[in-house]
């Protein structure tokens, strides 16, 4: 009878998901699983947890809400190390304890980072993983200088992106691709505050929270204006094509200009549920409301610039349908709150240092709780 009622409790707490919330966008992981997402040229943020473990518990819904400020830009996982066919990865990853929060900058290229901090809330995870996506966006300060940029960058032989930006810093969807395409695509980032570089460039001005994408082809210095949208999976699939200098510009272009933007449901509620969770935190990240106020101020705005997941600027408006002689600008798919980027304010100054936990007991004979190297409190998000 004994023997049952422990296999009938192993079997429950090997529902390591159960400690996550119903709704989360944390995706958990088995072997195969994690070697497909090391494959990937981006950076991912790994919690490795026990269901039984307490510490894993309370941690888990503030996780959660971290992975929900960084969808879909920094995939977030899970993995169950008291799942026997997890075991061996874990301890092939180094896992000693639980939980222990991983950070793989550039997938299986680079080496990961412990998070060695006791403070396990929702403000710090996102800060940590967003400010160590790796920097490969040259930051282009005058109108002058880009096309010297052009001019240098053309005879290294790669096409090249150019974002032409109202923002003040450079947003994370930008940070993430330059990451992704890095030896691939050379990205550059220009502020273009009130759009008077557009216009020297030959663009419109563009609206407040609009944004451009020129792409230099290889040897180029003349540029053409991505036609697509501007969004994580959007701009991917656009580079992918771009990538080898063989594509038909004009054609790879109008195919990313047709496409249409299709709402899809589950993705508008993560977009609804972002909106709340990066206003709390950016509170969480600040000492106080007044060094809150502050950032904001200094251009750190929680609200950016995103208007869905993984997006510069609002939702783009419908394809214009010819009536006649006429042209009638459709509204939007669909309305949502003024949601904005969610990196907007991950490049401000570091969260402050909170209060350790109590040193924790190990969870069992073979798991315990082990502290990494510190990292640097100053060092720039490039730098792993």
Known sequence: MRTTLVVALSLALS???????????????????FRKAMKANETSMVA?????????????PEYSKAALGLYPLIPTYAVDCDAEANKRLCSEQGVQGFPTIKLYPRG?????????????????FFYWASRRVPNHVKKIGQLNDIQQ????????????????????????LWTVLGNKFAGKIELASHRDRKGKSSVALGYEAGEQKS???LIYPPGSTTPVRYEGINKLDSLSKFFESVIDGTADLKIVNEEAASEEFVPDEAELEIERKQEAQRIALAHGGFANFIDFEDALKKGHNPHGSQGYPGMLGDLPQKKKKATGSESIAVEPAVETGDAKDQAAFAASEPAPAATPEPSEAPVD???SEQASEPEPASAPKDEL
């Open 15 to 33: 529902a390591s998901a159960a400690i996550f919330p119903k709704d989360t966008v944390v995706k958990m992981l088995d072997p195969k699983g």
């Open 48 to 60: 490795f947890v026990a269901p039984w473990c307490g510490h894993c518990q309370r941690m888990a």
């Open 108 to 124: 299986k290229q680079l080496n990961p980072l412990t998070y060695d901090s006791g403070d396990r809330t929702a403000s710090s």
């Open 149 to 172: 940029w052009a001019e240098e960058s053309a005879e290294r032989g790669l096409p090249r992106a150019l974002l032409l930006t109202k923002e003040k810093i450079i947003p994370l």
């Open 211 to 213: 944004s451009k994408v």
């Open 365 to 367: 004979e073979q798991a």
